[in-house]
DNA sequence: CATAACTTGGAGAGCGCTTTCCGAAGTGTT
DNA sequence: AACACTTCGGAAAGCGCTCTCCAAGTTATG
């Protein structure tokens, strides 16, 4: 057995910070001293506490911690979903999603190497937000991760008000005083016009997202705009919700309408890997026939086939910043709001 | 302003439980009575307290509670990695994985109804293993879901002669009596195999996970041992990590040797994808010349061209019933040591 | 040798909550 | 009217830790 697994000497109660002072011969206080490496403690019984502590194989109750030094050592991602039930198939739909893991794997990168655990949550409900920004306050985490989903949150504004030091990953529909990591989604977009337009395209699509989606909008705002540079005032737009299956249809409408399509911009790969089932289906040849630039450079973008060109989203970097603003903000509050914006690059394939 | 987001009246402290005994006018005790539903509380007093607590915007402290109830509502989900480092790309292979995120999404379907939360916690180091285990026993999460990736892990070891209530996903790999959720791997394999045998293959590989990992080890024996009952005594076996990548490989590795392969059993759909990749790239159409069965049924086999047959592997639903044994197991600790095998069922698409 | 200035360890007061123990009412029986 | 028996609310003892005092000891200075 590893030294770590060593057996208590029976008894149910584990060692205390007081059976190590008494095992050592000095007080509580001292205990505490050394455990946490404060100085101004006679080397001598810096050792004697340390003996104390392997032989009574003691370790520090963190909650008992956290009670009097109002700290976690924990960092809440908040999935806030306006309203959303508990039987909403859509946050299976949403697990499933690249999109989450990324963040979270950014997320850890950073928190890990730093000993903060990250505490998951999800709210739908108004109640279910004031209970967790009243745990907030309290100190149940030292700061959170908002990754907001609906159009109109009312908890980025909630989180403010508390004073809970906060990031959001993707900027609130709102203007709120909150420190946010976006990504420029609406130069994202124009890359993908420049390029769709720049490979000889004459009547191009877009499938957006939902219109109250913040990096939604901003997407087709950029897209709009940019193709009305190049000449094209009018845009066909089809919407899904990110879904495989929501693109597929769109494309098939966009098809049904504007049967000459030779170029579309999706705004996330998943749903452009539905567009490209469509377009089969339809016997267009992707990108001979129709080009298609996606959004995301998930590893759905790879997995298509074609391949797809798409814009690049360097989420886990995102969620990483994000958490390194959050760790700077909870160690000084007086932080003013800052906001971080990635540019998006563009990822050459097969589709366009 | 909702009436959830109410402010202090100033001042930095946030009510407590004698802050509302004062208003109400009783003792602090009956206040957490009240607060606690707990009967045999006059009426008239658990309506004047609850107006105190509605007047003074009283939340209960969590952490508080906890230290007293040894409860925390709280469950980690910890992911064990034997040995990786800090800045391991691994981990970012792992979360970008749909199976995390399905897990997860698993987890939170139970977990959220029951108003507990997930912490996570990633460990790779001894040190970081003892360290989770003394937080543990210390009741810093009421109890663990284990996702275990190495072979030879001591991890689960560790909780159970700690006293941890734990439910791993996927049996472990040395036996250890410790509850977990599985999957009939190899009877997975064995649909598969009957399927790809069935359908007329005459040589039909296989491309397997690493060997020490026992999901990926069930698959390789159970796909071995069916093909034999058909009369195929030796199958050709190449090994990659379950990244599209390493699929790539290993079917062109298979290619390489063996040229008249016209099935191939791959052991999780991700790599199914790299190995539709190689197929094409060798000019195999599939499924007229090579027959393609994959695993998992994740989103990567909808999406994959064409689409995959592949083995359902209801990770959602194992991930929720480990939830589920883990909040039994918590509620009676006295429980015996269980373990669910889920059935897997052979998804027909148009790669086999 | 007396005084000031600093170092070091201990006592003890909390952090905010639950819960046992008790005494004071209220109810029913003989 | 006296007794046992139940219901109910309050006092207070913790849960395990941190950290501010304060006293005692040590060294430097006039």
Do not use: K
Request: aromatic share 4%; hydrophobic share 45%; charged share 20%.
């Amino acid at each position: 057995m590893t030294a770590g697994t060593r057996r208590l000497p029976v008894g149910e109660r584990l060692p205390t910070l007081e059976d190590v002072a008494r095992v050592a011969g000095v007080s509580r206080a001292t205990v505490s001293r050394v455990i946490n490496g404060i100085r101004n403690v006679d080397p001598q019984l810096h050792e004697m506490v340390w003996n104390a502590v392997g032989q009574t194989g003691y370790v520090p109750n963190r909650l008992a911690r956290s009670l009097v030094t109002r700290r976690t050592g924990t960092v809440a991602l908040v999935v806030s979903d306006s309203e959303s039930h508990d039987d909403d198939p859509f946050m299976g739909r949403f697990f499933a999603d690249p999109y989450f893991g990324r963040v979270v794997g950014g997320l850890m990168s950073v928190l890990r190497a730093a000993g903060i655990q990250l505490a998951l949550q999800i709210v739908g409900t108004e109640e279910q937000r004031t209970r967790l920004v009243g745990d907030l306050r309290h100190g149940q985490a030292d700061g959170v991760i908002v990754l907001s989903l609906p159009g109109h949150d009312p908890l980025p504004r909630m989180l403010t008000d508390a004073g809970v030091p906060a990031v959001m990953i993707g900027r609130p529909a709102d203007p709120v005083p909150i420190n946010y990591v976006d990504l420029a989604n609406d130069t994202g977009a124009s890359l993908a016009a420049d390029h769709l337009v720049g490979r000889g395209c004459q009547l191009v699509a877009m499938i957006s997202g939902p219109a109250d989606v913040p990096a939604s909008n901003d997407r087709i705002t950029g897209f709009r705009r940019s193709m009305a540079r190049h000449g094209h005032a009018w845009v066909p737009l089809a919407s899904g919700n990110f879904t495989q299956e929501s693109g597929e249809q769109a494309m098939r409408a966009l098809l049904a309408e504007h049967s000459q399509v030779d170029g579309v911009f999706v705004a996330n790969d998943l749903m452009a890997l539905g567009a490209l089932l469509a377009l089969r289906d339809a016997g267009r040849r992707v990108p001979e026939d129709v080009a298609m630039v996606g959004f995301d450079d998930s590893s759905a973008a790879v997995a298509a086939n074609p391949a797809l060109t798409t814009v690049r989203h360097p989420l886990e970097d995102m969620a990483a910043e994000s958490a390194r603003l959050l760790m700077a903000r909870i160690e000084d509050p007086t932080m003013r709001i800052s906001s971080v914006i990635y540019e998006p690059t563009l990822v050459l394939r097969q589709s366009a």
